[in-house]
T-cell receptor
Framework: EPEVTQTPSHQVTQMGQEVILRCVPI?????FYWYRQILGQKVEFLVS????????KSEIFDDQFSVERPDGSNFTLKIRSTKLEDSAMYFC????????????FGPGTRLTVL | DAKTTQPPSMDCAEGRAANLPCNHS???????VYWYRQIHSQGPQYIIH???NNETNEMASLIITEDRKSSTLILPHATLRDTAVYYC?????????????FGTGTRLQVFP
């Protein structure tokens, strides 16, 4: 069964450093998403991406965040200058279309900012 | 998107049916009810969705009341692996937004 994959599974970084979280969505999917979950809190939407551009973003997704689909398979989330409060699980998701189909989530990347 | 209310936790004996309720009294006519679950700290997993008719798939059944103000997710024969947080989400799939808004969900504990 096709699945969304994410790398790395755990990333430790120093405050102020740049990190790139990587995702490989399901191959025939066209819509891509990033969510995050701070430990013990709700899953929060960050951004959705379609046709090589952001279609929607939350207020969390400020200028420190960016997304990119650098090739036909990868989907990345970059945090330019990490803060302690960026420590969270980051989940990538993809869906075949935006209308009625489900979003498939990856296993997540645990980001720890020291 | 309409707000949902779920009990914070429930228990269920292994092999029995788990019935998870969700209240969405402000749901509008074009909003769908979606159910996802999150096992430990894994990525959320889609379970089922529906508009007004009852739905069934290999994982679960979804019963939506006639007035659509509430729904129940049924896991017919719960196993220990069904222990998870279950999220009820209502959304309009189109209208320029496709994000999922997660609440705090119901933590289902299946015991032997």
């Amino acid at each position: 069964e096709p699945e969304v994959t994410q790398t790395p599974s755990h990333q430790v970084t120093q405050m102020g450093q740049e990190v790139i979280l990587r995702c490989v969505p399901i191959s025939n999917h066209l819509y891509f998403y990033w969510y995050r979950q701070i430990l013990g809190q709700k899953v929060e939407f960050l951004v959705s991406f379609y046709n090589n551009e952001i279609s929607e973003k939350s207020e969390i997704f400020d200028d420190q965040f960016s997304v990119e689909r650098p090739d036909g398979s990868n989907f990345t989330l970059k945090i330019r200058s990490t803060k302690l409060e960026d420590s969270a699980m980051y989940f990538c998701a993809s869906s075949r279309d935006r209308d009625y189909n489900e979003q498939f989530f990856g296993p997540g990347t645990r980001l720890t900012v020291l | 998107d309409a707000k949902t209310t779920q009990p914070p936790s429930m228990d269920c004996a292994e092999g029995r049916a788990a019935n998870l309720p969700c209240n969405h009294s402000t749901i509008s006519g074009n909003e769908y009810v979606y159910w996802y679950r999150q096992i430990h700290s894994q990525g959320p997993q889609y379970i089922i969705h529906g508009l007004k008719n009852n739905e069934t798939n290999e994982m679960a059944s979804l019963i939506i009341t006639e007035d659509r103000k509430s729904s129940t997710l049924i896991l017919p024969h719960a196993t220990l692996r069904d222990t998870a947080v279950y999220y009820c989400i209502v959304r309009v799939p189109i209208y320029n937004t496709d994000k999922l808004i997660f609440g705090t969900g119901t933590r289902l504990q299946v015991f032997p």
